[in-house]
């Protein structure tokens, strides 16, 4: 089952209307091409995508698999909205993190499905999702949105998996 458009479309349904920050980002890892157009959005590498950006990026130094190399795509929608997605995936466990972020606080993911209420590195207020095929964690910090998307296919991660990821990200600049 190929769960990237569904990631790509929740991630869509998540991007408010927002005025860009002015600044600059580094990456901290060696970055690569994508293989893959996700969703009709081209991938690039990540140090590519980072240079089109002018917000803060948090970016993870520990995940619960060995990605292969990371990509990323930065969506740039109408009214001046920016969203960059970072994507690193496990082919052979069939395990992918997304870390998608933009630049102004969010609300919620959905209200369609039951959210679980979580302190995120305590001290952000965030909220937990398992739709049955991919477990998102979200909260604003310093005046932009997180959102951390997992799946695998032996079975979901607990929140406990994306809060770890959460206490791992660091911040870019």
Same mark, same amino acid.
């Given at each position: 089952?190929?769960?990237?458009? /569904? ?8 991007? !408010?209307? @927002? ?6 980002? %580094?990456?901290?890892? $060696? ?7 996700? +969703? ?14 002018? +917000?803060?990026?948090? /970016? $993870?130094?520990?995940?619960? +698999?060995? $990605?292969?190399?990371? *990509?990323? *795509? ?13 994507? =690193? @995936?496990? !082919?052979?466990?069939?395990? +992918? ?14 209200? %369609? ?10 001290? =952000?207020?965030?909220? *937990?999702?398992?739709?049955?095929? @991919? ?20 079975? !979901? =991660? $607990? ?11 660091? %911040?870019?600049?």
């Amino acid at each position: 089952m190929k769960l990237r458009p /569904l990631v790509v479309l929740l991630s869509l349904l998540w991007i !408010p209307l @927002v005025l860009l920050l002015s600044g600059s980002v %580094r990456a901290p890892m $060696p970055v690569h091409v994508v293989q893959e157009s996700p +969703f009709g959005v081209s991938g690039e590498p990540l140090e590519s995508a980072l240079r089109r950006i002018s +917000f803060p990026i948090w /970016l $993870p130094n520990w995940l619960p +698999f060995t $990605p292969a190399t990371p *990509f990323a *795509f930065v969506i740039n929608h109408p009214n001046g909205i920016q969203t960059i997605h970072i994507d =690193y @995936v496990d !082919p052979q466990s069939r395990a +992918f993190v997304e870390i998608s972020i933009t630049n102004h606080p969010v609300n919620t993911i959905s209200e %369609r499905y039951k959210l679980q209420k979580v302190i995120v590195n305590g001290e =952000y207020e965030g909220v *937990f999702v398992d739709n049955g095929t @991919v477990q998102m964690l979200a909260w604003n910090q310093e005046g932009i949105s997180i959102m951390i998307t997992a799946s695998r296919s032996d079975h !979901p =991660y $607990p929140v406990s998996t994306l809060l770890q990821i959460a206490a791992h990200l660091k %911040r870019v600049q």
